[in-house]
């Protein structure tokens, strides 16, 4: 989990606290709307992920995700709200999620991450 969150960091260029707070609200999403085996297999191929999912699980995105909520419960453009209104821009939430997916299929393999992103509508333009 710390080279993740290291790759992450500094592919966004952000501080690692950042980092490990974005991660666990992908991770929670991706528990949430995402194939269970597969997720199954990526929170396997990352020790303390299921942790920081937890951690995060419960984090509101603000008026951005607020409005995603409002337009049909959520998806990815509620997930993008949760990611801004814990601090990032959209070129962060993108940086940060292409760097996530990279180490997924490293860990978890490219069929596994291939099943998720295919999986989640919209999701494919942030990996």
């Known amino acids: 989990m710390e080279e993740l969150l290291t790759r992450v960091a500094g592919a966004a260029g952000i501080n690692e606290e950042l980092a490990r ?3 666990g609200i992908i991770l929670a999403f991706l528990q949430k709307e995402g194939p ?12 303390g992920a299921q942790a920081l999912a937890d951690a995060e699980g419960g984090a509101k995105g603000g008026m951005l995700g607020a409005i995603g909520g409002l337009m049909g419960g959520g998806g990815v453009m509620a997930l993008g ?5 814990a601090g990032l821009t959209m070129g962060q939430i993108q940086s940060v999620s292409k760097e996530m997916f990279t180490v997924g299929r490293e860990k978890a393999g490219e069929d ?3 099943a998720i992103v295919g999986a989640i509508p919209g999701l494919g333009q942030f990996v």
């Open 81 to 85: 709200g949760q990611l801004m209104g």
């Open 112 to 114: 596994a991450m291939g």
């Open 36 to 47: 269970a085996a597969e997720i199954g297999q990526l929170m396997a191929a990352l020790p």
């Open 21 to 23: 707070k974005a991660v």
